[in-house]
């Protein structure tokens, strides 16, 4: 029960993270107003004026979505016909880019130069998101 739910958890905010990219790709501006503030708000990164070109946010889209399925996988809810010891490293793999990019805005080397409103948003919502998404990964690894 407990790895039906953190499956289907884990892939329903990949999904919807990796639609908002799409999103971003083809011209969305939320929660910007423009593009310069869409840029300050979820990229952060000082003396940016642009968002990341369209293939790099449609790869990392896509990157997002795939990282939803392991889990969907490991709760035999999607025929991945991997072996489970792929699905296991996988889960772990993906667990330990979402716990690191969790500490990340904790570290004084870990975002540097980041501009306002992203290193708050962060600080309070992106870092700690990724690391509740690690401990999940990690519950289902351990399963």
Known sequence: ??????????????????????????????PGTDVESLVRTV?????????PSRPL??????????A?????????????????GLVQACL???GAVFALRGVAPYLPFGTPHRMEPFATLDRR??????????????VLWAS
Do not use: D, Q
Not at 4 to 19: D, G, H, K, N, W
């Open 43 to 51: 990229v952060g990164v000082k003396n940016m004026r642009a968002m």
């Open 57 to 66: 946010t449609l790869a990392v889209a896509m990157a997002l979505f795939a």
């Open 92 to 94: 772990l793999l993906v």
């Open 1 to 30: 029960m407990v790895v039906t739910f953190l499956a289907m958890a884990i892939a329903v905010e990949l999904a919807a993270i990796a639609a908002l990219h799409v999103y971003w790709a083809f011209g969305g501006l939320w």
């Open 68 to 84: 939803g399925l392991p889990p969907l996988a490991k709760a035999s809810l999607l025929p991945l016909f991997l072996p489970a």
């Open 125 to 138: 919502l992106y870092g700690p998101l990724c690391l509740v998404t690690a401990l999940a990964y990690a």
